[in-house]
């Protein structure tokens, strides 16, 4: 079992960029590890993943402007999001599972470990 504390959500205007951050109680190194996000009356959907290999895999919606990286000494996951849309207003979720993932980076399956959320509200 890991502990996932998100922070770095707010509310930004179009075009804008934030990063996330999710701090792990045990080393990153050890999980594959992924941002979800729902927004009201949707279903959570996977937005950037990385495997324990460096593989990273992103959502269609979001790729060329978010970026997944996490830096083990710090045991923490980042999400570079640039060029922020309406679109992604949501509430982001980081999640982790022990070991590899495999191709299912995206799918909420894997994950038995999943932080509390960041809003994240972007307004044009």
């Known amino acids: 079992q890991v502990q996932l504390v998100e922070s770095g959500g707010g509310s930004v205007q179009a075009g804008d960029s934030l990063r996330l951050s999710c701090a792990a109680s045990?080393?990153?190194?050890?999980?594959?590890m992924a941002w979800f996000r729902q927004a009201p009356g949707k279903e959570r959907e996977g937005v950037a993943g990385?495997?324990?290999?460096?593989?990273?895999m992103y959502a269609d919606s979001v790729k060329g402007r978010f970026t997944i990286s996490r830096d083990n000494a710090k045991q923490t996951l980042y999400l570079q999001m640039n060029s922020l849309k309406d679109e992604d207003t949501a509430m982001y979720y980081c999640?982790?599972?022990?070991?590899?993932?495999?191709?299912?980076?995206?799918?909420?399956?894997?994950?038995?470990?999943w932080g509390q959320g960041t809003q994240v509200t972007v307004s044009s």
């Open positions: 999640a982790a599972a022990f070991g590899s993932c495999g191709w299912s980076l995206l799918e909420r399956k894997p994950y038995t470990n």
């Open positions: 045990n080393p990153v190194s050890w999980y594959c």
């Open positions: 990385t495997n324990r290999d460096g593989r990273t």
